[in-house]
Each structure stands twice: as structure tokens, then as C-alpha cells.
């Protein structure tokens, strides 16, 4: 009976210990999920954050998908560019402005998250290394668009953060499309690459422009730039107050050639009638009083002052004519007599 009581002594401990055992790694194990359950939604949080940091949402890349043309405006849903693997590229639509080519053109766009604002100095060092102003400017098929795209995606190559820059015009049917730049200490720097037409043909010469709404398109080439040059309306505007006062000589300038070119018309028919006269007199060996001589020599030296004279008007207005295309030369392009209605900045970082 002592040995049974012993013996169901001895159980029961067991059972306790075993229990005990049982209910601590019960306890412990919950601990362990509950902390692996907690640590795992954690982690996940802070991924799904670092992932929304650096890719846009679906609603941020309907926003980088409108783009301004010629025309309208055209806007692609997020379900039309999801092919296009997505967020390292965006696509953008233009209606053509020829009918013969097709209605709409699709400009594929890189998106780099890693792109960086850069100094004015190494964006003007970028720029000097690019020679895509060279190419050749085809409505529809290589126009403004193309010009900035180019640029764009060279400048996300070298991860500098760039803008594609749709332009809309007061009074003016068609846009214009430039490549913006972001830099850290003069702002925001448009560039324009696209050939300006000109009498002669097409101008490829690349240029900082100067974008606010409701002020006139302001461009200065890059290659007259001068020290010390910030980006403000200000410098854009006394550059081309300098090209309109140049304008203004050169329309007086113009007013003096065509008043010379009378000038010297009406002279030219008084020498012939003058010379005609005289051969006349000669060949018929027609006698003349001494008046009509004395006539004719004073007409003789008076034509030939008007030609002496004539003449060094000639040469003056050929050395004004040399100034004034070395003004040109330096002052560039003509200003723009359009107004900025609106711009917009793609992608919308």
C-alpha cells in the first residue's frame, strides 16, 4: 500500500512536469508567432514604404501621361502603358499636324528615380558635349518633340534629372516642345534644341529659354552667353531689348539703302541721257554755241560730283552693313513674337 501511494506519487509529479513542460512551450511558441507575425508585418511595411518611394502610384503616372500638342490634348490611361514595364518608362501621345502623316505619334519616355538635380556649370558642360541640334528638323516624323525627347533621354543616361516640356501658345494653334532641367542653384534651366526656320533655311543653334505664362517665348543661344549669367527673366529680357534696338537700326538702316538705291537710279538715267546727248552732238558734228558748251561742262561736273558722292555713300553704308551683321551675329536669333499660355513639366517628379 506504501509503494502503490509511492507509486501514484511518482505519476502524478510526472504529469505535472510534463504538463508544465507542455504549457511553456505552448507559451513560448505564441510569443515566437505573435513576434515572427509582428517582425514579418513590419518588414513588409517598410518595403511596401521604400517600394512607394521610389515607384509612382498608378494615379502619379496618369498624371505624367497628358500631354499638350499641337492641337489638343491627348491622355493615355494607365491601361494603355502598363506593357511597358513600368516605372522605368511612360509613353505620350501627339496628334500629327500634316494629314498625310499618321494621326497620332507615340514617344516612349525613360523614368529614373535616381536622376539628380546638377549644377548650372556641369549642365552647361552636358550641353556643350550634345550635338543633337545638328539633326535635321522634318514636320511630324523629327519636329520639337523629337529634339526634346533626345535631349531628355540623354540626360537621364547620365542620371541627371530632366523634363520633357510641352509649350502652349496664346493665339497660336501650334505648341512647341523643350527639355527642362533641374539644377541647385539657378532653378529650373529650359533648353531648346529644335532648328528656328529662317530665310535661308533652318538655324541649329542651342539655346536656354526663359518659360513664365503670359510673357513672350525668350530665347538666348548658348554660345553668347557671358559670365556671370543667371537664369532670370531679367538677363532673357535685356538680351532681346539689345535685339529689338538692333531691329529698330536695321529697319533704319533698310530706309537708307532704299533711299540711296532712288538715288542712285535717278543718277543713272541722267548720266545715260547725258552721255546720249553728247554721242548725239559728236557723231553729227553738230555745232554748239559756247553757252550750250559751258552747259554741258556744268553738267558734266555736276554728274560727276553726284557719282563722287554717290559713291561715298556706298562704302559708309558698307561699313554699316558690316557693323550690323556683327550686332547680329552677337545678339543671335530674333525674338519671339509669341505669348506663353501655358507649359507643363513631364514627369511630374
Known sequence: MGRESKSTNNSLTLWIVLGLGLWVAHTTYKKHQKKSYSQNRQEQQTASLQKSKQEPSTSDLQKLLTASNGHSVVSNSFDQIK???????????????????????????????KAKAISFKRLMFFLSQRNGHERAYILDRHDCKHFAHDLYEEA???????YFVTIEYKDYPVGHAVTGFATTDQGIVYVDFTPTATSDGFERTKRLIWLEKNRHYLDIPIKQMWMGFENNFSNFDDYHQKHRELASDADEFNNRVEHFQKLASAHRIELNQFNQRVSYLNKNQVKVSQEEVEQIESEKLRLNRQAAELNQASEELKEEQEDLNDDQEHIGLPTSKRVVKNFQLFPNY
Not at 506593357?83 to 529614373?112: A, E, G, I
Not at 537621364?156 to 530632366?162: M, P, R, V
Open 156 to 162: 537621364l543616361k547620365e542620371d541627371i534629372k530632366a
Open 83 to 113: 506593357n511597358l514595364n513600368l516605372p522605368t518608362h511612360f509613353q505620350m501621345s501627339f496628334r500629327s499636324v500634316q494629314p498625310d502623316s499618321p494621326p497620332t505619334q507615340k514617344l516612349k519616355f525613360s523614368y529614373n528615380p
